[in-house]
């Protein structure tokens, strides 16, 4: 296998690049008479792949000028709530989904009559519908669960490793204890992030307690009425039981704080582990860190029940829309927002550079490009047969996965016992419709 080390710059890329206006300001136009539309994006991960992409926009035609505006140390909805209470909102953004884009239904555009969004099925159009309007069309769709090299898998088995053949807890136990016999290999990376423990890894405990929508989400309306306890939840006591597992065999166990996702990425490349828990979102990170490697994806069983409701799924949905100012852009600049958007979505190389550059995966029926890595086929064919798990974390308030990521980070440094991190747990959810 050929390794490579990468240094990441994608922050200092988002960093560097200048704004020079945004909103509705006085400087809304380049000097070459171009109009300026100024993004705010917070996904750093791909901020190498969007600036190029960006690039081949702004060449690709004379009228617009995309410029991104940079974070400068804070997330994107903080980002965004602070230029626009300084007047200065970007003209186009990449934001939430669901209740989290509903807090900008009064600032952003309807977009429902874009010919693109014509181009994309309901059940996505959703994640970005508020008031039956779509003011967020859906960037993309993603995928979390153990990410794994399949070199290092198929070590382990002495053969080809078959995903499928994972399809309880006891299951991928005895695949962990397979890796971690290899020479120099450790059978997992947790990232101690608390996005990826406190939005994604949470997402398993709610998604898996009902296969029906309307229980799961009665489930977390009890939990925020405080009428659940966890202690006689099987589901909760099946989901820690899988998380001990993954702090057993973790890499970083005698540190397990220490860890960070740079690290991770080179480490699941390169092969020194064999799963991370972690989304395809970071693929086109370990294709630079190694081009060589074959990634593939499994789902977290919290189960030992074979083929239980959970065990053989992966939590699939929107992350992210795209939003355009209503409130302070002009009509120009909101042209201009839906004209790259288009291009990204419907025109052949903008739609080159969503898919084999950014590493996105296509949504609207139209699409001219699909995606030829295997992991992004390998996503497409859990959700071809039905198997995706939703993303309730797209529900939660705002405070929730810091808080519950807080929580498990104690629990992943044997800070607290499970007893205290359901306590934690619970008493987050009771006040968290305050």
Request: aromatic share 10%; proline share 4%.
């Amino acid at each position: 296998m050929k390794k490579k080390v990468i240094s990441f710059g994608a922050v200092a890329l988002l960093a560097s690049t200048l704004l020079v206006g945004c909103g509705n300001s006085s400087s809304n136009s380049t000097e070459n008479s171009r109009t300026e539309v100024s993004m705010l994006i917070g996904k750093e991960e791909i901020a190498k792949q969007l600036d190029e992409t960006i690039d081949k926009y702004n060449t690709s035609q004379e009228e617009y000028e995309v410029k991104i505006i940079p974070l400068a140390g804070q997330n994107a909805t903080e980002k965004l709530t602070s230029l626009y209470a300084s007047k200065n909102a970007p003209v186009l953004m990449n934001t939430g989904v669901y209740t989290e884009l509903a807090q900008w239904k009064d600032k952003f555009l309807d977009l429902s009559d874009m010919d693109l969004v014509q181009h994309i099925d309901q059940k996505y159009l959703d994640a970005g519908t508020v008031d039956g309007k779509v003011i967020g069309i859906p960037a993309t769709i993603e995928a979390f669960g153990f990410l794994y090299n399949k070199d290092v898998l198929d070590e382990a088995v002495g053969g080809n490793f078959d995903p499928d053949s994972v399809k309880s807890r006891e299951d991928l136990e005895i695949l962990m204890g397979k890796i971690d016999q290899l020479d120099e290999k450790s059978a997992i990376e947790v990232s101690p992030l608390d996005w990826s423990l406190g939005a994604h890894y949470t997402n398993l405990f709610f998604t898996n307690q009902s296969e029906e929508q309307g229980e799961r989400a009665k489930f977390m309306a009890d939990m925020q009425s405080g009428v659940v306890g966890l202690s006689e939840n099987q589901v909760f006591q099946n989901w820690v039981d899988t998380f001990d597992m993954m702090k057993t065999y973790n890499s970083a166990e005698k540190s397990p704080l220490s860890a960070d996702y740079d690290s991770a990425t080179l480490a699941l490349a390169n092969g020194d582990v064999g799963l991370w828990f972690m989304g395809n979102w970071a693929y086109p990170q370990l294709k630079e860190a190694n081009p060589d490697a074959n990634i593939g994806i499994l789902p977290v069983p919290l189960s030992n029940e074979l083929n239980a409701y959970g065990n053989t799924q992966i939590s699939i949905g929107v992350p992210q829309t795209w939003g355009i100012d209503a409130t302070q852009a002009t009509e120009e600049q909101q042209a201009g927002a839906k004209d790259f958007l288009t291009w990204l979505y419907e025109d052949e190389v903008g739609q080159d550079h969503y898919v084999n550059k950014m590493g996105f995966i296509p949504i609207n029926d139209n699409a001219k490009v699909e995606p030829t890595n295997d992991l992004s086929k390998q996503i497409l064919q859990y959700l071809k047969e039905d198997r995706s798990l939703e993303w309730m974390n797209a529900h939660y308030p705002p405070t929730a996965f810091p808080s519950m990521g807080a929580s498990l980070q104690k629990y992943l440094a044997d800070d607290i016992d499970r007893t205290e991190l359901a306590k934690e747990i619970e008493d987050y959810w009771k006040t968290s419709a305050e």
